[in-house]
């Protein structure tokens, strides 16, 4: 690859900003379209060829500035595209040809779309005449995307394209971002057109406020030095927007505690003293006991997600709320707001940083006494903890928690989605922006090898680790193959119970220990009460792992961990799977059971916190 720009931020709006004359030159519509990702500064694209989106293939294995991953499978090239976008903080991007090609982007496109990450997903369609005549390989990608993009695109007509591929990465990257889908005929693709660039941008539709309203910020700081009892409820919009030192300067300033959604993990440091830790199923008591008792949800980027609220009609009875987001929508969509603002989280911040200082120079500063004597007592007695495993056994949080230590906080880590994911959440300490990647909103388990792979290309010189479940691995670790051909070496820890962990622990609490399907190490025969055959190793991890040009690392005892964890953190010429062997019975805590108040939190099993609760 030579020197290039970069792909462009999120919010910048690369056609408005492309000086000079205007290129116009005659070349077929693929060639248009490679130039058009060239002009928005796209150099990543993660995908796989086809027949309909072939005549891209073509000029895109000319072009200098676009690095063209190929990978094994689209819901790879999805994902790969999101951690990408989700590390770097730019506009991620994947291709794959019509019908099946387009549907195996579906889970990721999905997976974006809730987790509002800017990827914009190209896909060949049939020929304009044959579509809607079930022609081969024709899927109606644009009416299957329809609920879960931002926006989509059909193009037909080859002088469209430069066009809508301005609009696609702008509409991705601002306000809210998202996924965005073009669908391109094939004829347009071949047909011959004229590129022209910069190009005029037409959304008349779309214009997102970013500006929050001055009397709303006032409103908002007024509340804020007037509580007793607020939280800051910190969510992904915060660190989308970019916006973590703005939130730290308003965090100190009002001296008021910070929690950090699953989105937001790093947004603001753990190890800070005013963080609480994370809310929801399986936050820390302190950050979920403080939102229940709290009389101010200073509601920052988030969106009270169920995994948050629990029993929404229980949730934080004594609160009022002030509720900033970008995206008018989400505001009074499940809780009212007292105060909604509409704005980009980096400028509300700062102005509420401004209007919160004029309230203390008026003589009205806030008094958290009481609140902090409250919550330090809460973090003091229930910090996040969990029992060892047997004698000799590893358990999985140990694993993730020693990683955490050796590997540092200037790693990005991907997480797959289970058991492991909540402790990797919870025993690792965050303390940077875009260094902790998952799949929050959709749950999907297969996003953490490709997720890694896609932030390892966009960040090669950053450690990342993917933190994988077997269930998950089994999903997409074919991806490894990819990262073995093209120099992006990643690490992952597969954390490796033998089962469907989390499934399994609901079975655990839920299901009288009945384990249905859960058990991955053995067949039916075996009614999984049985522990893991150790020794009987379908698929072997390690095997699988060198057969994919990686390197194969096994990890079955305490005694063993540092040892390997250093030994991956040397191998940097190639991807590295450890297999670690862990204690199938380890439950995460604490939890909130699906569809219960939050009042109702485990510290640990049969444990319920004890709150002595004068302050309600
Ligand atoms: C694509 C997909 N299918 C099914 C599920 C339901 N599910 C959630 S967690 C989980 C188990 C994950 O197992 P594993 O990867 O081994 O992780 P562990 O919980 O054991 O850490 C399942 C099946 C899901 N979230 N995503």
Redesign the pocket.
Known sequence: MTEHAASPRRGDTPAAHAPGPQTTETMTGAQSLIRSLEAVGADTVFGIPGGAILPAYDPLMDSTKVRHILVRHEQGAGHAATGYAQATGRVGVCMATSGPGATNLV?PIADAYMDSVPIVAITGQVASKAIGTDAFQEADICGITMPITKHNFLVTDPAEIPRVIAEAFHIAGTGRPGPVLVDIAKDALQATTVFRWPVETSLPGYRPVTKPHAKQIREAAKMLVAARKPVLYVGGGVLKANASAELRILAELTGAPVVTTLMALGVFPDSHPQHLGMPGMHGSVPAVTALQKSDLLFTLGARFDDRVTGKLDSFAPFAKVVHADIDPAEIGKNRPADVPIVGDAREVIADLIVAVQAEFDAGHKGDYTDWWVKLNEWKRTYPLGYEAAPEGELS?QQVIERIGQLVGSDAIYAA????????ASQFITYEKPATWLN?GG?????YAVPAAMGAKAGRPDTEVWAI????????TNQELVTCALNNIPIKVAV???G???????WQTLFYNQRYSN?V?HAGPEHDGKQPPARGTRIPDFVMLSEAMGCVGLRCERPEDLDAVIKQAMEINDRPVVIDFIVHQDAMVWPMVAAGTSNDEILAARDVRPDFGDDLD
């Open positions: 889970t999985p797959g989605v289970g058991q492991h994911q909540m402790w799949s959709a749950g999907t388990m297969g994988d479940g077997d269930g998950c691995f089994q999903m954390i490796n119970n089962s469907l962990g989390m499934v399994r622990q859960t991955l």
